[in-house]
């Protein structure tokens, strides 16, 4: 009985985790958006910041939607955002992605 019980917590933590991993690379991806950067892009400001990440590992990372805390921090520089500009709501689905503040805009 407990091996039952252990397997089906077992699985439904790993579907939080991909649950919660599908919403962070769609959340990300948002932000791509909202910024109107595509992952070259992307890859050119992370050269600016002295990193290298190049289109095809950012788009592993962010699909994956598993990555560091200071990754994520890169990407919110890279962005040119910061962490009181981001639409955090839309992350829990409680909003829709705002438009993008005039002070931030392009």
Same mark, same amino acid.
């Given at each position: 009985?407990?091996?039952?019980?252990?397997?089906?917590?077992?699985?439904?933590?790993?579907?939080?985790?991909?649950?919660?991993?599908?919403?962070?690379?769609?959340?990300?991806?948002? +932000?791509?958006?909202?910024?109107?950067?595509?992952?070259?892009? $992307?890859?050119?400001? %992370?050269?600016? =910041?002295?990193?290298? /990440?190049?289109?095809?590992? +950012?788009?592993?990372?962010?699909?994956?939607?598993?990555?560091? $805390?200071?990754?994520? %921090?890169?990407? =919110?520089?890279?962005? /040119?955002?910061?962490?009181?500009?981001?639409?955090?709501?839309?992350?829990?689905?409680?909003?829709?992605?705002?438009?993008?503040?005039?002070?931030?805009?392009?």
């Amino acid at each position: 009985m407990k091996n039952k019980k252990d397997a089906k917590d077992a699985d439904e933590a790993k579907a939080k985790k991909d649950e919660m991993n599908a919403r962070v690379s769609q959340f990300i991806k948002d +932000l791509m958006y909202w910024r109107r950067i595509n992952y070259k892009d $992307l890859s050119k400001r %992370f050269d600016k =910041l002295g990193l290298d /990440e190049n289109p095809r590992q +950012l788009t592993n990372k962010i699909n994956r939607g598993q990555f560091s $805390l200071l990754f994520f %921090f890169h990407l =919110l520089e890279a962005l /040119e955002l910061r962490p009181e500009d981001v639409p955090w709501a839309t992350l829990w689905g409680k909003a829709p992605l705002p438009p993008m503040p005039e002070k931030i805009a392009k």
